[in-house]
C-alpha cells in the first residue's frame, strides 16, 4: 500500500527557518517524482515545488523560490523541504504528494499534511 | 501562468441529483487537467486525469469532459459519501495551478 508520511512542522517565528520530511513507503521511491503542495486552512491548494526520481531537476513556485529547497534522499524513500525566511503568509497545511508517472504532472498519493504556522 | 476558475463556489444539492462543475482556464491547455475530491481535514483525493481519464478505484458516476479552456466534473447520481471540496488542476504548465475550489454541500 502506498503511504507518504510527512513530520517536522510546527511553530516558527517570522525569518526563521524549518525542515519537512516525508516518509515513503510502498513504491518504488527513486523511479517516482515528488513534490510539496499546501493549502491555508480553509482555503486553496497552491503547487510548491518538484523534484524528479533522481532528484536532478527540481522546480518551485515563484512565491517560494529563493526561499525553499526540495531535496530527496531515494536510500532513505524520504523526501525533504528546507524552508528558510518563513513569513507569516507561509502559513499552512504542507503535504508531499507523488506525481502519478513519468512527467505526468498531477498527484495520485498524498500525504496527511503537517501544519506550519509562522508567527511571533 | 494559466488560470483556473471554477463554478460555482458552492453547490447545493441533494442525494441522487446529477451535478456538474465548471472549471475554465485562461488559456488552452488541452486536455492536461485533473479533479479532486477533498474532506475536511483529509489530503486531496485524485479523481480524474487527462480531463476524462477515471482514476482507478473511483466510482463510475463520477466523470470528466473538455478540452482547451473548458473543463466539466459531473456526478451523475450523488451519494452521501460526496459531499466534499473539488479542485481542478492543470498541468500545460509547469505551475501546476488549482483551480480555487467548489463546495458541495447537502440541501
Known amino acids: 500500500e502506498v503511504q507518504l508520511v510527512e513530520s517536522g512542522g510546527g511553530l516558527v517565528h517570522p525569518g526563521g527557518s524549518l525542515r519537512l520530511s516525508c516518509a515513503a513507503f510502498?513504491?518504488?521511491?527513486?523511479?517516482?517524482?515528488m513534490n510539496w503542495v499546501r493549502q491555508v486552512p480553509g482555503k486553496g491548494l497552491e503547487w510548491l515545488s518538484y523534484?524528479?526520481?533522481?532528484?536532478?531537476?527540481?522546480d518551485y513556485a515563484d512565491s517560494v523560490k529563493g526561499r525553499f529547497t526540495i531535496s530527496r534522499d531515494n536510500a532513505k524513500n524520504s523526501l525533504y523541504l528546507q524552508m528558510s525566511s518563513l513569513r507569516a503568509e507561509d502559513t499552512a497545511i504542507y503535504y508531499c504528494?507523488?506525481?502519478?508517472?513519468?512527467?505526468?504532472?498531477?498527484?495520485?498519493?498524498w500525504g496527511q499534511g503537517t501544519p506550519v504556522t509562522v508567527s511571533s | 501562468d494559466v488560470q483556473l476558475t471554477q463554478s460555482p463556489s458552492t453547490l447545493s444539492a441533494s442525494v441522487g441529483d446529477r451535478v456538474t462543475i465548471t472549471c475554465r482556464a485562461s488559456e488552452s491547455i488541452s486536455t492536461w487537467l485533473a479533479w479532486y475530491q477533498q474532506k475536511p481535514g483529509k489530503a486531496p483525493n485524485l479523481l480524474i486525469y487527462?480531463?476524462?481519464s477515471l482514476q482507478s478505484g473511483v466510482p463510475s458516476r463520477f466523470s470528466g469532459s473538455g478540452s482547451g479552456t473548458e473543463f466539466t466534473l459531473t456526478i451523475s447520481s450523488l451519494q452521501p459519501d460526496d459531499f466534499a471540496t473539488y479542485y481542478c488542476q492543470q498541468y500545460s504548465d509547469f505551475s501546476r495551478t488549482f483551480g480555487q475550489g467548489t463546495k458541495l454541500e447537502i440541501k
Open positions: 523534484i524528479s526520481g533522481s532528484g536532478g531537476t527540481t
Open positions: 504528494a507523488r506525481d502519478d508517472g513519468a512527467a505526468s504532472y498531477y498527484f495520485d498519493y
Open positions: 510502498g513504491f518504488k521511491f527513486r523511479s517516482y517524482e
Open positions: 487527462k480531463a476524462s
